[in-house]
T-cell receptor, first 118, second 110 residues
Framework: NAGVTQTPKFQVLKTGQSMTLQCAQD?????MSWYRQDPGMGLRLIHY???????DQGEVPNGYNVSRSTTEDFPLRLLSAAPSQTSVYFC?????????????????FGNGTRLTVT | GENVEQHPSTLSVQEGDSAVIKCTYS??????FPWYKQELGKRPQLIID?????GEKKDQRIAVTLNKTAKHFSLHITETQPEDSAVYFC?????????FGKGTTLSVSS
Protein backbone atom coordinates (compact mmCIF):
# COMPACT_ATOMS: atom_id res chain seq x y z
CA ASN A 1 0.00 0.00 0.00
CA ALA A 2 1.17 3.50 -0.83
CA GLY A 3 -0.79 4.95 2.11
CA VAL A 4 -1.72 8.63 1.73
CA THR A 5 -0.28 10.29 -1.37
CA GLN A 6 -0.18 14.07 -1.79
CA THR A 7 0.74 15.98 -4.92
CA PRO A 8 2.50 18.25 -5.62
CA LYS A 9 5.24 18.33 -2.97
CA PHE A 10 6.02 21.99 -3.64
CA GLN A 11 4.07 24.76 -5.34
CA VAL A 12 4.55 28.50 -5.86
CA LEU A 13 1.51 30.58 -6.79
CA LYS A 14 0.91 34.23 -7.49
CA THR A 15 -1.80 36.06 -5.57
CA GLY A 16 -5.18 35.44 -7.16
CA GLN A 17 -4.28 32.19 -8.88
CA SER A 18 -6.27 29.04 -8.19
CA MET A 19 -5.03 25.48 -7.81
CA THR A 20 -5.95 22.06 -6.47
CA LEU A 21 -3.91 20.04 -4.00
CA GLN A 22 -4.43 16.35 -4.61
CA CYS A 23 -4.80 13.67 -1.94
CA ALA A 24 -5.40 9.97 -2.49
CA GLN A 25 -5.38 6.99 -0.14
CA ASP A 26 -5.46 3.28 -0.88
CA UNK A 27 -6.39 1.99 2.58
CA UNK A 28 -10.16 2.12 2.08
CA UNK A 29 -10.42 4.77 4.79
CA UNK A 30 -13.78 6.48 5.06
CA UNK A 31 -12.46 9.52 6.95
CA MET A 32 -10.24 12.09 5.21
CA SER A 33 -9.11 15.53 6.28
CA TRP A 34 -6.93 18.51 5.39
CA TYR A 35 -4.73 20.41 7.85
CA ARG A 36 -2.46 23.39 7.42
CA GLN A 37 0.66 23.83 9.52
CA ASP A 38 2.18 27.22 10.29
CA PRO A 39 5.02 27.96 12.75
CA GLY A 40 3.76 28.14 16.33
CA MET A 41 0.17 27.32 15.30
CA GLY A 42 0.20 23.55 15.31
CA LEU A 43 -2.00 21.75 12.80
CA ARG A 44 -5.27 23.49 12.04
CA LEU A 45 -8.16 21.61 10.48
CA ILE A 46 -9.43 23.06 7.19
CA HIS A 47 -12.07 20.59 5.98
CA TYR A 48 -12.87 16.97 6.59
CA UNK A 49 -15.06 14.18 5.25
CA UNK A 50 -16.56 11.17 7.02
CA UNK A 51 -17.37 9.40 3.76
CA UNK A 52 -17.98 9.80 0.04
CA UNK A 53 -20.42 12.61 -0.67
CA UNK A 54 -20.06 14.16 2.80
CA UNK A 55 -17.83 17.11 3.72
CA ASP A 56 -17.70 19.47 6.68
CA GLN A 57 -15.83 22.59 7.71
CA GLY A 58 -13.01 22.57 10.21
CA GLU A 59 -11.37 25.42 12.13
CA VAL A 60 -10.09 27.48 9.17
CA PRO A 61 -12.22 26.74 6.06
CA ASN A 62 -12.33 30.20 4.44
CA GLY A 63 -10.70 30.37 1.02
CA TYR A 64 -10.75 26.59 0.51
CA ASN A 65 -13.19 24.16 -1.11
CA VAL A 66 -13.31 20.37 -0.99
CA SER A 67 -15.34 17.59 -2.53
CA ARG A 68 -15.45 13.83 -1.92
CA SER A 69 -16.81 12.07 -4.97
CA THR A 70 -14.91 8.82 -4.27
CA THR A 71 -13.65 7.07 -1.13
CA GLU A 72 -10.04 7.31 -2.35
CA ASP A 73 -9.71 11.01 -3.27
CA PHE A 74 -10.13 14.25 -1.34
CA PRO A 75 -8.84 17.27 -3.31
CA LEU A 76 -8.41 20.69 -1.72
CA ARG A 77 -9.07 23.71 -3.93
CA LEU A 78 -7.71 27.19 -3.38
CA LEU A 79 -10.11 29.51 -5.17
CA SER A 80 -8.01 32.71 -5.23
CA ALA A 81 -4.65 32.28 -3.52
CA ALA A 82 -3.54 34.84 -0.94
CA PRO A 83 -0.16 35.25 0.81
CA SER A 84 -1.90 34.22 4.09
CA GLN A 85 -2.35 30.76 2.56
CA THR A 86 1.40 30.20 2.44
CA SER A 87 1.76 27.08 4.56
CA VAL A 88 2.47 23.37 4.64
CA TYR A 89 -0.67 21.37 3.89
CA PHE A 90 -1.20 17.85 5.18
CA CYS A 91 -3.85 15.39 4.09
CA UNK A 92 -4.73 12.62 6.54
CA UNK A 93 -7.07 9.65 6.56
CA UNK A 94 -8.39 7.00 8.92
CA UNK A 95 -11.14 4.48 9.39
CA UNK A 96 -14.42 6.12 10.24
CA UNK A 97 -15.72 6.39 13.75
CA UNK A 98 -16.14 2.92 15.09
CA UNK A 99 -18.68 2.26 17.76
CA UNK A 100 -19.32 5.86 18.68
CA UNK A 101 -20.27 9.32 17.51
CA UNK A 102 -16.97 10.88 18.53
CA UNK A 103 -13.76 10.50 16.55
CA UNK A 104 -11.80 7.42 17.65
CA UNK A 105 -9.28 6.15 15.03
CA UNK A 106 -5.58 6.91 14.35
CA UNK A 107 -4.81 9.34 11.52
CA UNK A 108 -2.40 8.46 8.72
CA PHE A 109 -0.72 11.51 7.19
CA GLY A 110 0.62 12.20 3.73
CA ASN A 111 4.07 13.77 3.28
CA GLY A 112 2.69 17.28 2.87
CA THR A 113 2.62 20.00 0.23
CA ARG A 114 4.64 23.14 0.79
CA LEU A 115 2.77 26.06 -0.78
CA THR A 116 4.14 29.57 -1.24
CA VAL A 117 1.91 32.42 -2.42
CA THR A 118 3.71 35.54 -3.58
CA GLY B 1 -6.61 24.47 18.15
CA GLU B 2 -9.55 26.01 19.89
CA ASN B 3 -10.23 24.60 23.37
CA VAL B 4 -7.11 22.41 23.26
CA GLU B 5 -4.28 23.60 25.46
CA GLN B 6 -0.90 21.93 25.48
CA HIS B 7 1.89 22.68 27.96
CA PRO B 8 4.72 23.37 27.97
CA SER B 9 5.34 24.81 24.49
CA THR B 10 9.06 24.00 24.76
CA LEU B 11 10.89 21.50 26.93
CA SER B 12 14.63 20.93 27.23
CA VAL B 13 15.97 17.91 29.07
CA GLN B 14 19.23 16.05 29.49
CA GLU B 15 19.54 12.59 28.00
CA GLY B 16 18.18 10.04 30.44
CA ASP B 17 15.77 12.45 32.13
CA SER B 18 11.99 12.13 31.96
CA ALA B 19 9.67 14.46 30.05
CA VAL B 20 5.99 15.14 30.65
CA ILE B 21 3.63 17.03 28.35
CA LYS B 22 0.07 17.86 29.36
CA CYS B 23 -2.99 18.40 27.17
CA THR B 24 -6.28 19.90 28.33
CA TYR B 25 -9.43 19.53 26.24
CA SER B 26 -13.01 20.75 26.44
CA UNK B 27 -15.28 18.17 24.75
CA UNK B 28 -16.60 15.95 27.55
CA UNK B 29 -17.88 13.46 24.96
CA UNK B 30 -14.32 12.68 23.80
CA UNK B 31 -13.28 9.07 24.33
CA UNK B 32 -10.08 8.83 22.29
CA PHE B 33 -6.81 10.57 23.18
CA PRO B 34 -3.82 10.34 20.83
CA TRP B 35 -0.32 11.78 20.80
CA TYR B 36 1.60 12.45 17.58
CA LYS B 37 5.31 13.01 17.03
CA GLN B 38 6.67 15.14 14.20
CA GLU B 39 10.35 15.16 13.38
CA LEU B 40 11.80 18.12 11.52
CA GLY B 41 10.62 18.21 7.91
CA LYS B 42 8.50 15.09 8.26
CA ARG B 43 4.84 14.23 8.67
CA PRO B 44 3.19 13.71 12.06
CA GLN B 45 2.99 10.09 13.19
CA LEU B 46 0.96 8.49 15.95
CA ILE B 47 3.11 7.31 18.85
CA ILE B 48 0.51 6.31 21.41
CA ASP B 49 -3.22 6.62 22.05
CA UNK B 50 -5.64 5.76 24.83
CA UNK B 51 -9.37 5.22 25.05
CA UNK B 52 -11.48 6.46 27.88
CA UNK B 53 -12.14 3.06 29.41
CA UNK B 54 -8.56 2.92 30.76
CA GLY B 55 -6.57 5.42 32.81
CA GLU B 56 -3.07 4.62 31.60
CA LYS B 57 -1.32 2.92 28.69
CA LYS B 58 2.36 2.18 28.35
CA ASP B 59 4.54 1.26 25.37
CA GLN B 60 8.21 0.80 26.32
CA ARG B 61 9.51 4.28 27.29
CA ILE B 62 6.29 6.08 26.40
CA ALA B 63 3.09 6.25 28.45
CA VAL B 64 -0.14 8.20 28.35
CA THR B 65 -2.31 8.91 31.39
CA LEU B 66 -5.89 10.16 31.29
CA ASN B 67 -7.94 12.13 33.79
CA LYS B 68 -11.44 12.37 32.29
CA THR B 69 -12.87 14.20 35.29
CA ALA B 70 -10.37 17.03 34.93
CA LYS B 71 -10.35 16.70 31.11
CA HIS B 72 -6.65 16.33 30.60
CA PHE B 73 -4.23 13.66 29.43
CA SER B 74 -0.45 13.56 29.56
CA LEU B 75 2.43 12.08 27.60
CA HIS B 76 5.29 10.65 29.65
CA ILE B 77 8.66 9.80 28.11
CA THR B 78 11.21 8.11 30.35
CA GLU B 79 14.97 7.67 29.80
CA THR B 80 14.91 10.27 27.03
CA GLN B 81 17.29 9.88 24.09
CA PRO B 82 18.46 12.42 21.46
CA GLU B 83 16.17 10.78 18.88
CA ASP B 84 13.19 11.78 21.04
CA SER B 85 13.86 15.39 20.00
CA ALA B 86 10.82 16.44 17.97
CA VAL B 87 7.54 18.31 18.18
CA TYR B 88 4.77 16.45 20.02
CA PHE B 89 1.08 17.13 19.48
CA CYS B 90 -1.97 16.05 21.40
CA UNK B 91 -5.11 15.71 19.30
CA UNK B 92 -8.30 15.18 21.29
CA UNK B 93 -11.49 14.85 19.27
CA UNK B 94 -14.14 17.51 18.98
CA UNK B 95 -17.18 15.73 17.66
CA UNK B 96 -16.24 13.83 14.50
CA UNK B 97 -12.88 15.58 13.92
CA UNK B 98 -9.44 15.66 15.55
CA UNK B 99 -8.27 19.06 16.79
CA PHE B 100 -4.54 19.40 17.38
CA GLY B 101 -2.81 21.30 20.13
CA LYS B 102 -0.14 23.85 19.20
CA GLY B 103 2.66 21.43 19.94
CA THR B 104 5.54 20.98 22.35
CA THR B 105 9.10 21.17 21.08
CA LEU B 106 11.19 18.66 23.03
CA SER B 107 14.95 18.98 22.90
CA VAL B 108 17.06 16.20 24.40
CA SER B 109 20.73 17.06 24.82
CA SER B 110 23.43 14.45 25.31
Amino acid sequence: NAGVTQTPKFQVLKTGQSMTLQCAQDMNHEYMSWYRQDPGMGLRLIHYSVGAGITDQGEVPNGYNVSRSTTEDFPLRLLSAAPSQTSVYFCASSYSNRGGSSYNSPLHFGNGTRLTVT
Amino acid sequence: GENVEQHPSTLSVQEGDSAVIKCTYSDSASNYFPWYKQELGKRPQLIIDIRSNVGEKKDQRIAVTLNKTAKHFSLHITETQPEDSAVYFCAPPRGTALIFGKGTTLSVSS
